[in-house]
Structures are given as C-alpha cells and as structure tokens.
C-alpha cells in the first residue's frame, strides 16, 4: 500500500512539475537539494548543509580540492606553524567583497573573533581555541592557540571570512538573510522553503564561473525531488530518494552518480553516575543488541556500509582495525543480568526526522532492537532545528542519534567535539550533549594535541578512537552513499565532493 501510495504522489507531481516547464537555459543551473541552510550568517551554523550553501558566497584562508578532499590556497595564500601555539596567514592581496570593500587582516581577525560569542556562535571549538590574534599588516595574520591544535588549518576552509565594515554596519538579522562575501557567487534571493538564487562574481579573484545563473531549490520531500529529476524541471538533485533508486536507474533521461559518504551515523550515550548507562556493561549491551546489518539491508537499501568508529577513512587517526561488535541479543541480555539490570530499564532514544537518509526510520528500528533485550526504549524524533540546539545545549538526552562528517579531516576534533568531556572554556564537547567523561580519553586526546611527529600523533589518535569504542562512548551505525540524479541531456559536467557540497564553480553546464 505504501508503495502504491508513493507512486501516485509521484505522478501527481510529476505532472505539477512538467506543467511548470522544464529547467531555465544553458547559462543557468537549476539544482535541488534535500535540506536547506539554517542561516546565511557564517558564524552561526557549522552542518553542512548550511556550509554547501555558504562555499558559494564566501571563501575561507583554505580550501578544499573537490575530487580528493586535499587542503589548497584560499584567501590565504600560504600559511606557516611557527611553534605549537602559533600560525602565520599570509593574505591574498586585491580581493574585494560583493559590496566593494577590500578584503584585508581586519576581516579575518573580525571572522575569528565572532567564532568566539556563546550566544552567536556555532564554532565554538575554533573561536575559543584562540588566544590572541596580530595583524602586523593588512596582508597578515598570526593567530596563537590556547592549546596546541595540530587541525587548525586543516579547518579553514569551512570558516567563512566575513567583512568587517558589513557586518559591524547591519542587525544580524539581515546578516543571516543576506550575505556579502568574496566568493565566486554573489547572492540574489532567498526564499525560504522554496530556493535561493545566486549571480555569478565576474570580478571573483579565482576567475569568473562558467555558468552565470545559479537557483538552488529546497526540496525536502523525496518524491518530490524525484518528480522534479525526471520532469526535468531541475538540472541535478542531490539526495536521490532510496526508495525510487531503481526507478531512476531505470529511467533513461536520468543519470546516476554515487560517492560514498563520509558522514558516520551513530548513537550517542551518556555515562552519567547513577543511571544504567553509568556501566559500560549496559551500554556495551545496548551496541550488541542493535542489528545494524539489516538496518543497512532493509532501511538503507543496501547503500551503507557498517561503521565501527566516528571518523571516516579519510581522518587522521583512523584505525582500520576497529570492527563493529556483532549482533548478540543474547549476550546482551547476559550483560544486562550482569550489570544488575535483568529485567532492563526505561530510556528514551532521542533524533531528528528531516535531516539524515532514513533518520527517523533509523531510531525506530532502534528502539524496537532494544526493547527486545528486555531495554523499555521509547522514541524521541523532531524536526533538526528544535532538535539541534537540544543537543548542542546539552543534558536534555542521554541518549539520541547524531551524524558526523569531519571537515578538518582529522580525529581529533571529532573527537574534541562529539566525545570528549565539555569544556565551555577550553571549547571541548560542544556535541556531547550527552556529557559523555572519560578522563583518560580526554588525556589522550589532549596528548595528541602537543605531540608534533605526525606518525606519532596518528598513533595516540588511534589509540583514542579505540578507547572511544573500548569505553562504548558511541554506539557507530553506518556510513551512507551519497547518491545525485542528473538529467543527461543537458550537458551537466559534475563530481560529486567528499564532503558533499554542492559548489556551483566546480559543476559546468554546455
């Protein structure tokens, strides 16, 4: 019945969309996307979703190469580590803003100091790093850690540098609506809940973009981006619906390109002293109770493959070693006897429901897992932006489902953010809304911090991603696929980034 249903909306729509006329000409871009930004304002929203978006108006001191995920050049033109502490920026000269202003020292130094504000930020775990910052030039900048962060370049291409003179000059209401920066795109509109619109920067310091005319459609429903693919009413939809996968296979005006993704979908636990998940035992059993093979097989469809850590193949400090534990209701049923639970106990599993593949479906099945070893879970799902600040303001669940992708590509500050005990002055554990603590973790991953031989630092990172497990601090479910539908003939050169953005340069339309 479901699927009957599903393809009568389909064709409902479908035929809605056609009526509306196909996508705009060569010189333009019509994409869709699964999940809209959740501000404009660089400083106020770390997901990425909302850093896809902002990759087109702003740029950072680095970059990223879209193939391969390698670090280059951005405003910065190279950069130096002159100590533990310490690194020097030298600046890329003749950039301007959208508005005109000329991109100098000030605007970074300004960027860094937003990333720092409680009430503003959402990156907190770099804003706060910081120690002090010099500006001996308008073309230069040094900027001193509090404590040695051996991934502190490595993440600059997802903080956006902002003008200084703007921004100081607007509310930031009209700050998080409409943004000016130095990036290949201008904006244009923003509709909410329907698109945003962007006019190629013909004075962009990397060379004017190809295509001139950027509409980037918010499609939240996947039957009906579906729709909008074959109808041809957009050029290319990321996050192609798993359940139509093999009728747009099948489809021969559409072509479908896959990347495996980076993101790591896990659960995350609490360990606080006098509740049942204080014993690794009970959260150990938890993992062991939780069938994530048919989750990928029946809920997936197939496209996932089974996680065992937060960090992805492409981090420092990755250890390939590291396998999942295998699904034993039993055992964990013995392990909950064990820790003086035989009869379980009642938790609710907490998790958005419109911003994962299959999110919502995910925790379900779950709870349904855990409540078979004798564990009387309940389910918790809402929309990401009531249930994001839930978790980033911590202690409201022991318990939920979360996604990682690690922009810096390094294990440390995954593990900084998501796992080690919160800090709000040193800026760890900023996702730890479960308040997850493990000193001796927190120790290794500090240790990581001052080590500088970078096989040495690889080591203790991998040591500290097997304590995590080790700890069951996480319970790791799956990494996706990350699947894009693009309509054949009309001549879209795409490939699709590591981290999943869509960067209107680097996709060309003849």
Same mark, same amino acid.
């Given at each position: 019945m479901r699927q009957v249903s599903l393809l009568t909306l389909v064709g409902l729509l479908l035929a809605a969309l056609l009526a509306a006329g196909p996508a705009s000409a060569a010189s333009a871009l019509v994409l869709a996307d699964e999940t809209p930004p959740t501000t404009l304002d660089p400083a106020a929203d770390n997901s990425d979703s909302t850093c896809s978006v902002l990759a087109n108006v702003f740029d950072g001191l680095m970059a990223r190469d879209g193939k391969d995920g390698k670090l280059i050049p951005g405003l910065a033109e190279r950069f130096e580590r002159l100590d533990l502490l310490t690194w020097k920026f030298y600046l890329r000269k003749g950039v301007k803003f959208h508005n005109g202003n000329l991109f100098t020292a000030a605007d970074v130094k300004f960027t860094f100091e937003r990333l720092s504000d409680p009430k503003l930020s959402k990156w907190l775990e770099t804003g706060q790093s910081i120690a002090s910052m010099e500006t001996p030039d308008d073309y230069t900048i040094i900027i001193k850690t509090k404590t040695p962060t051996p991934w502190f370049a490595n993440n600059l291409h997802q903080i956006f540098i902002v003008s200084k003179k703007d921004v100081e000059s607007r509310d930031l209401g009209d700050v998080g609506v409409k943004p000016v920066g130095t990036g290949p795109y201008r904006f244009v509109e923003w509709v909410k809940g329907s698109h945003l619109k962007f006019a190629a920067n013909e004075a962009y310091w990397g060379g004017a973009p190809k295509v001139k005319q950027v509409e980037l459609k918010i499609i939240t429903e996947p039957a009906t981006r579906f729709a909008a693919l074959v109808s041809g009413a957009v050029d290319l939809v990321a996050g192609v619906p798993l359940e139509l996968l093999e009728q747009i296979r099948k489809n021969p005006k559409v072509e479908l390109v896959t990347r495996p993704s980076r993101r790591s979908i896990y659960l995350a636990l609490g360990n606080k002293p006098g509740t049942p998940l204080a014993d690794v035992r009970v959260r150990r059993a938890m993992y062991l109770a939780i069938n994530e093979d048919e989750i990928i097989a029946k809920i997936m469809g197939g496209q996932a493959v089974p996680a065992a850590q937060i960090p992805d193949s492409a981090c420092a400090g990755f250890d390939p070693s590291l396998k999942r534990l295998p699904y034993d209701p039993e055992k964990a049923k013995a392990l909950l006897k064990e820790a003086?639970?035989?009869?379980?106990?009642?938790?609710?599993?907490?998790?958005?429901?419109?911003?994962? $593949?299959?999110?919502?479906? @995910?925790?379900?099945?779950? &709870?349904?897992?855990?409540? /078979?070893?004798?564990?009387?879970?309940?389910?918790? $799902?809402?929309?990401?932006? @009531?249930?994001?600040?839930? &978790?980033?303001?911590?202690? /409201?669940?022991?318990?939920?489902?979360?996604?990682?992708?690690?922009?810096?590509?390094?294990?440390?500050?995954?593990?900084?953010?998501?796992?080690v005990t919160y800090n709000k002055e040193k800026g760890s554990g900023g996702w730890n809304g479960a308040r997850f603590s493990a000193p001796e973790l927190d120790a290794l991953v500090d240790k990581a911090g001052v080590t500088v031989d970078l096989a040495e630092r690889d080591g203790i990172l991998r040591r500290a991603n097997r304590m995590a497990q080790d700890q069951v601090a996480v319970i790791p479910l799956h990494y996706g696929t990350d699947l894009y539908g693009i309509v054949k003939d009309r001549g879209i050169q795409f490939t699709p980034r590591p981290d999943r953005w869509l960067v209107y340069k680097d996709i060309d339309k003849k």
């Open positions: 003086g639970y035989p009869d379980g106990f009642e938790i609710t599993l907490a998790g958005p429901n419109d911003r994962y $593949v299959n999110d919502a479906r @995910i925790a379900e099945a779950a &709870v349904q897992y855990l409540n /078979k070893v004798g564990i009387k879970a309940k389910l918790d $799902v809402k929309p990401k932006s @009531i249930f994001f600040p839930e &978790v980033s303001g911590g202690e /409201k669940h022991q318990f939920y489902l979360l996604g990682w992708l690690d922009g810096a590509y390094d294990s440390a500050r995954g593990l900084m953010t998501n796992i």
